[in-house]
C-alpha cells in the first residue's frame, strides 16, 4: 500500500462543473466574466448618488420632499433586483451522474438499431408532443442529458438552463427560468429610473435657471450634463428592451426562441406554451411559483484524494486512513432515510450517526458505483472494498 | 482495524429503518431505472407512469404507479399557478423579494412533503422488495431514479466482496 486516501468535507459547489463563479460559500453564483457587471453597478450607482447630491436638495426645497423618497425608494428596488438576478441560479440543470448517462446512451442505441459501418449515427434527437405539436428535444453532448423543452446550453457559462433567455453580460449571469422575472422588474424599474431622474434633471435645470441664467446653473450643478448624458442613452437601450420584453412576455416566448425563430413563420410549429391570452401569459411568467434550485451549492460532500505516503509513517498513516475512508464511506447517504442503528444491529455494523445526521442527501460522485451501496454491512468490508475499487483506478 | 465509537442515536427511528437496514446488509446494487419526464402537457413537472420492464419481477404495476402519480400530483400541487402564487408573487414583489429571506416559499414547503412521501414509500414499500427511490431534485428533477438491489447471497459477486474483506482483514 503506497497510497493513503485523505478526505475532506467540501460544500458541494466546489466540485460542480461549467465555468461559474461562486462567492459566500455558494450562497452567490454568477458568470465568469463580471466586468460589465461592475461598469453597470457602476453607472446606476453613480448616476444615482449624483442625482442625490445635486438636484435633490433643490427639489425637496423648492418642489417636494417626496421626490428624493421616492428616488431612493426606486434605487432600492433597482439595485434589490439587479443583485437578485444576477446572484441567484438562472435554473441551471446538473449534468447527469455516469449511470443516468450511459442508461441514455442504451436507449439511444436501442432506438438507432444497427448503424451500417462508415455511416454516421442519426443525431440524438428526442420528440415530444406538447399540446398537440411535435417538439425536438436535443442532447447535450456536455451534459449528457436531453435537454427538456426550452433548455438551451451556455457556452459562456458551460451549463444547461432551463427555460433559458439568454446570457446577459451587463447583469453577468444567465437569465433563465429562476430569475427571469427579477431580470424583467429589473429593466423595468431601470427604465422607470432613468425616466424619473432625467425628468427632475430637466425640471431642475429649467427651474434654476429661471431664476439664474441656464449657463450659472450648469456651473451651480455640473452633476447634472453628467446624469442628463447617461440617462439619454440609457433610457433608448433599457427602454427599448423592457418593451422588448413585455412583447415576449405577452407571447409567452424566450429571447431564445424569438432569435432562432422556432415559433415563427407559417411551417413552423406554433409555440405549444403559450396561453393564446395575453394576461395568462404575462401572469404565468411573472406571477408563476418560485423555482427551487436544484443545485444543491451549500450541501456537504466527502471529498477523496488519494496521496502517497512515505514508507516509514506508512503503516500508521495508513490506519488512520483507513478509519478516515471508513468515517467517508460511512458518511455517504444514498438513501433519503439516514441509517440508524438498532439492538438488532451487530456492534461492528453502527454506522456513524454524526454523519448521517448532517444532510448530505446525494452520494458523491467520484467514488465507483458499487461504493454507492449505503453504509451499513459491516464497515471495514465497506472500506477495504472502497479503498480496493479506488486503487483498481 | 479500530473499532468504530457508536454515535448517539435517536431511538425511536430505530425501529422504523429496522427493514431498510436489512436489505443493506444483505444486498449490493444491481441495476438502476430511470423514470423520465412526461412532457406532453407543458413543461410543468411530470413524470411518465410507464411501467419499466425492469421492475416487473420485483413490484407491482399498481404500487408503481401509484407512487409516480402521487408524486406528479404533488409536483402540479407546486406548479399551480392560481389565487395563491399569485398572491405570493404580488407580496413578494412588493418586498422587493426580500420576504423570501424568512419565509418559505409554497413551493420549497411542497418539496418538503416529496421527501417525506418518498421517505416512507422506500420504509414501507420499496426497501422490503430491494428497490430505492432517489428523490428527483437530486437528479436536477429530470428523473426519478429506482436502484434494484440483489440479495448478495443469491448473487455471484458475493464472493466478490468477502474475498476482498477477508485478504485487508485487520
Known amino acids: ?393 | 482495524m479500530q473499532g468504530l465509537v457508536p454515535t448517539a442515536t435517536d431511538g425511536n427511528m430505530a425501529t422504523e429503518f429496522h427493514n431498510l437496514q436489512e436489505l443493506r446488509h444483505s444486498a449490493s446494487l444491481a441495476n438502476k431505472v430511470f423514470i423520465q419526464r412526461d412532457y406532453s402537457e407543458g413543461t410543468t413537472c411530470k413524470f411518465q407512469t410507464k411501467f419499466p420492464s425492469e421492475l416487473e419481477s420485483r413490484i407491482e404495476r399498481t404500487l408503481f404507479e401509484d407512487t409516480v402519480k402521487t408524486l406528479n400530483n404533488y409536483y402540479a400541487e407546486a406548479e399551480k399557478i392560481g389565487g395563491q402564487s399569485y398572491l405570493e408573487g404580488c407580496l413578494a414583489c412588493a418586498t422587493a423579494y426580500l420576504i423570501f429571506l424568512c419565509m418559505e416559499t409554497r413551493y420549497e414547503k411542497v418539496l418538503k412533503k416529496i421527501a417525506k412521501y418518498i421517505q416512507e414509500q422506500n420504509e414501507k414499500i420499496y426497501a422490503p422488495r430491494g428497490l430505492l427511490i432517489t428523490d428527483p431534485i437530486e437528479r436536477g428533477m429530470r428523473v426519478i431514479e429506482i436502484s434494484i438491489y440483489e440479495d448478495r447471497g443469491s448473487s455471484g459477486s458475493s464472493s466478490g466482496s468477502s474475498s476482498v474483506s477477508g485478504s485487508t482483514a485487520r
Not at chain 1, 451501496?373 to 471495514?380: D, F, I, K, V
Request: glycine residues 4%; positive net charge; proline residues 7%.
Open chain 1, 1 to 393: 500500500m503506497s497510497a493513503v486516501m485523505i478526505t475532506r468535507k467540501v460544500r458541494k459547489w466546489e466540485k460542480l462543473p461549467g465555468k461559474n463563479t461562486f462567492c459566500c460559500d455558494g450562497r452567490v453564483m454568477m458568470a465568469r466574466q463580471k466586468g460589465v457587471f461592475y461598469l453597470t453597478l457602476f453607472l446606476i450607482i453613480g448616476t444615482c448618488s449624483l442625482f442625490f447630491a445635486f438636484e435633490c436638495p433643490y427639489l425637496a426645497v423648492h418642489l417636494s420632499p417626496a421626490i428624493p423618497v421616492f428616488a431612493a425608494l426606486l434605487f432600492l428596488f433597482v439595485m434589490a433586483m439587479l443583485l437578485r438576478t444576477s446572484f441567484s441560479d438562472p435554473g441551471v440543470l446538473p449534468r447527469a451522474l455516469p449511470e443516468e448517462a450511459t442508461f441514455i446512451e442504451m436507449e439511444i442505441e436501442a432506438a438507432n438499431g444497427n448503424v451500417p459501418a462508415g455511416q454516421r449515427p442519426p443525431p440524438r434527437i428526442r420528440n415530444v408532443q406538447i399540446n398537440n405539436q411535435i417538439v425536438k428535444l436535443k442532447y447535450c453532448y456536455t451534459c449528457k442529458i436531453f435537454r427538456p423543452p426550452r433548455a438551451s446550453h451556455c457556452s459562456i457559462c458551460d451549463n444547461c438552463v432551463d427555460r433559458f433567455d439568454h446570457h446577459c453580460p451587463w447583469v453577468g449571469n444567465c437569465v433563465g427560468k429562476r430569475n427571469y422575472r427579477y431580470f424583467y422588474l429589473f429593466t423595468l424599474s431601470l427604465s422607470l429610473l432613468t425616466i424619473y431622474i432625467f425628468t427632475f434633471d430637466i425640471v431642475h435645470v429649467v427651474m434654476r435657471s429661471v431664476d439664474n441664467g441656464f449657463l450659472n446653473t450648469l456651473k451651480e450643478t455640473p452633476g447634472t450634463v453628467l446624469e442628463v448624458l447617461v440617462c439619454f442613452f440609457t433610457l433608448w437601450s433599457v427602454v427599448g428592451l423592457t418593451g422588448f420584453h413585455t412583447y415576449l412576455i405577452s407571447l409567452n416566448q424566450t429571447t431564445n426562441e424569438d432569435i432562432k425563430g422556432s415559433w415563427s413563420g407559417k411551417n413552423r410549429v406554433q409555440n405549444p406554451y403559450s396561453h393564446k391570452n395575453i394576461i395568462k401569459n404575462c401572469c404565468e411568467v411573472l406571477c408563476g411559483p418560485t423555482y427551487p434550485s436544484v443545485l444543491d451549492r451549500r450541501g456537504l460532500m466527502q471529498d477523496d484524494s488519494l496521496v502517497s505516503a512515505t514508507g516509514a509513517a506508512q503503516s500508521s498513516s495508513s490506519s488512520n486512513s483507513t478509519l478516515q475512508s471508513t468515517h467517508a464511506v460511512l458518511c455517504l447517504q444514498k438513501t433519503t432515510a439516514p441509517l440508524i442503528p438498532n439492538e438488532h444491529t451487530p456492534d461492528d455494523a453502527k454506522p456513524s450517526i454524526a454523519a448521517s445526521a448532517e444532510k448530505s442527501p446525494s452520494p458523491k460522485e467520484e467514488l465507483p458505483p458499487a461504493s454507492k451501496l449505503p453504509p451499513l454491512a459491516s464497515p471495514e468490508t465497506d472500506a477495504e472494498t472502497s479503498i480496493a475499487k479506488d486503487k483498481t483506478h
